[in-house]
């Protein structure tokens, strides 16, 4: 029997697809949230360890001064939030700080600068980083901004495994967002972190006042990619007080379980993180979310330059729900 369900779930649900389209996922969005959620459960059981979940831990090495006018972002040096600029870390600092996160359980750090930008001298520091980092036995992710693809290459070579490059939103609602960059510009960064056979994490934000067809829109871009990214980083929107979007309403913790859902349905082997955003979920909100397929996270006490949830919290959280850290390899 079970087999028989399975062989007609298969037959209903390809894994992999690319042709999704906007009103398909807006119907999916918007079904009742139990059948969104046993869909959603039902795709993640048939593709991971449903009690597993992989931990990563953020650095911000390079922090504020940035000169791009992301509406949401603290780090922007437009906006008067009280993120200071300062120079990027060194070697023994960031080291210090992964040796940290290793110990705590991490099995990935993820290092995020401040730039629209890197230029060649940033490559080469940052390359510094990555080795010295993979060296400690971690898996490397960094978010820098616009990529050339001969940086990519450079990266790769330092022994990077995830570039983190978001899209935020759908392409119609982008422009509210930001003006400086163009959603083509992030799409190329995509491509050329591909090219160069780094694994890409991509995702988008929740809550920054777009509608539901924005929501799908993202999911489609996503999912319609060459390949779907490995990592979907699913961040709520972090309201900081000085940025344009401080005072846009609270999002509903069940608007952010349903795009987990619907990015686990459309790219059932990626990992679904359920990052920025964890305290205000609260742990109801959480569990919810890791039975809708999310299966990663940020760890450690601070995200960029906000607070995420305590190590301790995350790891009572996982008791009473018998999760167990640590990433389970697609099947
Ligand atoms: N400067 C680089 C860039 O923009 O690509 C890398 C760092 S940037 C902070 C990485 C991502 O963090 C953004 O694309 C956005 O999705 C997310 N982010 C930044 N501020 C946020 C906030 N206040 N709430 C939720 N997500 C946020
Ligand atoms: C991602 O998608 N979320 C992270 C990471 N990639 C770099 C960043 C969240 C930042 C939240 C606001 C802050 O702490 O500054
Ligand atoms: Fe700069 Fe990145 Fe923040 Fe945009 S999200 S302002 S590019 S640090």
Redesign the pocket.
């Known amino acids: 029997m079970q087999h028989v369900q399975r062989m007609s779930t298969a037959a209903s649900l390809p894994t992999e697809r690319h042709d999704w389209t906007v009103p398909e996922v807006e119907a999916l969005l918007n079904q009742p949230l139990n059948d969104l959620l046993f869909r959603a459960h039902q795709v993640h059981r048939e593709h991971f360890d449903p009690n597993a979940v992989q931990l990563s831990t ?1 650095l ?1 090495i390079k922090s504020g001064g940035c000169p791009e006018d992301c509406a ?4 922007s040096a437009r906006y008067d939030t009280g ?1 200071n600029s300062e120079a990027l870390l060194d070697v023994d600092t960031v080291l210090g700080a992964a040796r940290n996160a290793k110990a705590a359980g991490a099995s990935r750090f ?1 290092m ?1 600068a401040a730039w629209r930008a890197p230029k060649d001298r940033d490559i080469v520091k940052v390359a510094e980083l990555i080795e010295a980092v993979k060296g400690l036995g971690l898996e490397t992710c960094v ?1 820098l901004g616009m990529l050339k693809p001969q940086q990519a290459t450079q990266l790769k070579n330092a022994g990077l495994d995830y570039y ?1 490059h ?1 899209l935020d939103t759908s392409p119609e609602f982008y422009g509210e967002v930001i003006t400086t960059r163009t959603y083509q510009d992030r799409l190329d960064t995509l491509g050329a972190v591909r090219d160069a056979g780094i694994s890409v ?1 991509c ?3 929740v809550g920054m006042g777009e509608g539901v067809p924005d929501r799908a829109g993202l999911l489609c871009t996503l999912a319609n990619l060459p390949e779907h990214p490995e990592s979907v ?3 709520q929107l ?1 309201r ?1 007080e000085g940025t344009p979007l401080a005072d846009q309403s609270p999002v509903d913790c069940f608007d952010v379980v349903r795009v987990i859902a619907a990015a686990r349905i459309m790219m059932p082997k990626a990992y679904v ?1 359920l ?2 955003g964890r305290k205000e979920l609260g742990e109801a909100g959480q569990a919810l979310a890791y039975f809708a397929g999310a299966n990663s996270i ?1 760890y450690g006490e ?7 949830p305590l190590v301790d919290e995350d790891r009572q959280l996982f008791d009473k729900l018998g999760i167990t850290a640590g990433a389970s390899h697609p099947h």
């Not at 949401?72 to 780090?75: E, G, K, N, R």
């Open positions: 953020l911000n949401y972002c603290p780090q993120v993820c995020g978010t983190n978001n994490c995702g988008g934000i980083p699913i961040n972090v900081v993180r990052s920025a940020f601070q995200l960029l330059t906000t607070p995420n």
